[in-house]
C-alpha cells in the first residue's frame, strides 16, 4: 500500500514563500517519479514540477520556472517543493504524485498515486 505524507502549505502574501513536503515508502521511491501537481478553484488539476529520483531529472511547467524548486532528500524518501515569489495565481490544492516510471513524462501529465493534498493560499 503505498502512501503519500504531505506537509506545509497555508497563507502567505503575494511575493512570499512557502515549503512543501511529501513523504513515500522506501520501495515506491526508489528509481520512480516525484512529483506535484494543483488544482485550483473551478479548474482543471495542473502539472507544477516533477524530479526523477535516481538522476534527479527535473521538469516544471511555464508558470513556476525561475520560482519553484523541487529537490529531494533521499535518505529520507522526501520530495519539497520550495515556492518562491509567489503570486495569487498559485492558489490552489497541491498534491504530491507519484509515478510513473518514466523519465520523460516524469510531472508532465499524472501520477499513478496521490497524496491528500494541501491548500495554499496567495493573497493580501
Known amino acids: 500500500h503505498v502512501q503519500l505524507v504531505e506537509s506545509g502549505g497555508g497563507s502567505v502574501q503575494p511575493g512570499g514563500s512557502l515549503k512543501l513536503s511529501c513523504r513515500t515508502g522506501?520501495?515506491?521511491?526508489?528509481?520512480?517519479?516525484m512529483s506535484w501537481f494543483r488544482r485550483a478553484p473551478g479548474k482543471e488539476r495542473e502539472p507544477v514540477a516533477g524530479?526523477?529520483?535516481?538522476?534527479?531529472?527535473?521538469y516544471y511547467a511555464d508558470s513556476v520556472k525561475g520560482r519553484f524548486t523541487i529537490s529531494l532528500d533521499n535518505a529520507k524518501n522526501t520530495v519539497y517543493l520550495q515556492m518562491n515569489s509567489l503570486e495569487s495565481d498559485d492558489t490552489a490544492i497541491y498534491y504530491c504524485?507519484?509515478?510513473?516510471?518514466?523519465?520523460?513524462?516524469?510531472?508532465?501529465?499524472?501520477?499513478?498515486?496521490w497524496g491528500q493534498g494541501t491548500q495554499v493560499t496567495v493573497s493580501s
Open positions: 504524485g507519484l509515478g510513473p516510471r518514466n523519465r520523460q513524462a516524469c510531472g508532465k501529465y499524472t501520477a499513478n498515486y
Open positions: 522506501g520501495m515506491a521511491f526508489s528509481e520512480n517519479c
Open positions: 524530479i526523477y529520483t535516481d538522476d534527479g531529472r527535473t
